[in-house]
């Protein structure tokens, strides 16, 4: 259950915005987070849903999406995620750095959980930090860390196995459709 989930979990770059996360799902993931791992149990993250169409599409012109991809300029118009949760570290706790294994395992725990009701998303460490903050008027001290993106996934991900040489990078298909994740073989992880 869990290797499919985990497998299933990709990062979709280009949704159905015909359906939506239900708000309850939102808050759920939010809540999940409260149970998961955190340095010395300082609980520092903070968490902003943002589902009103507005502000998510204000949100969504301040991320940058696969930056291997620029000429893309991916998602396509018109599959943009229809929700996102924005995590931010509370750093009178602790400096952004000290969290960030936080952060990745709030992001993971939230995605596979999605993914177990049949949404994806994609983690977004490229956007605009201070723009973000403005716009949903975060305190002073509440920092952005991480944007994660959701919707109903409408692409085909496939993953291959990395190159010969070990490149792993993303590519798609001449007509952009299918996105290829290359992934390295255990061997190659293994030390
Ligand atoms: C911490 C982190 C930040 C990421 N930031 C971005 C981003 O800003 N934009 C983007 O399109 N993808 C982003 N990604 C997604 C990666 O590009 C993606 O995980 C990688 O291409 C492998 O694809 P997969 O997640 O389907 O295995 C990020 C992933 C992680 C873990």
């Known amino acids: 259950m869990l290797k499919d989930l985990v ?19 939102l808050t759920e993931l939010v809540d999940l987070c409260r149970f998961t791992a955190s340095s010395m149990n300082r609980q520092a993250l903070r968490f902003h849903i943002a589902e009103d169409e507005e502000e998510v599409s204000a949100i969504q012109a301040l991320t940058g999406w696969a930056m291997r991809l620029p000429e893309l300029h991916l998602p396509y118009p018109g599959t943009e995620p229809t929700a996102f949760i924005v995590i931010a570290v509370d750093t009178s706790v602790g400096s ?40 949903l008027s975060l305190p002073d001290g509440i920092e952005p860390d991480l944007i994660v993106a959701f919707g109903k996934p409408d692409e085909r991900i496939v993953l291959t196995e990395a190159g010969e040489d070990g490149s792993t990078g993303y590519y798609r298909s001449a007509d952009g459709r299918t996105h290829f994740v290359p992934k390295l073989k255990l061997e190659d992880i293994l030390i």
């Open 96 to 135: 952004r750095s000290a969290f960030q294994r936080d952060v990745g395992i709030a992001a993971q725990t939230m995605l596979l959980r999605a993914a177990e009701e049949g949404f994806g998303g994609c983690m977004l460490g490229t956007f605009r930090k201070k723009e973000l903050s403005e716009l």
């Open 7 to 25: 497998i299933r979990n990709r990062s979709y770059r280009g949704y159905d915005r015909s359906v939506r996360l239900p708000h309850e799902l």
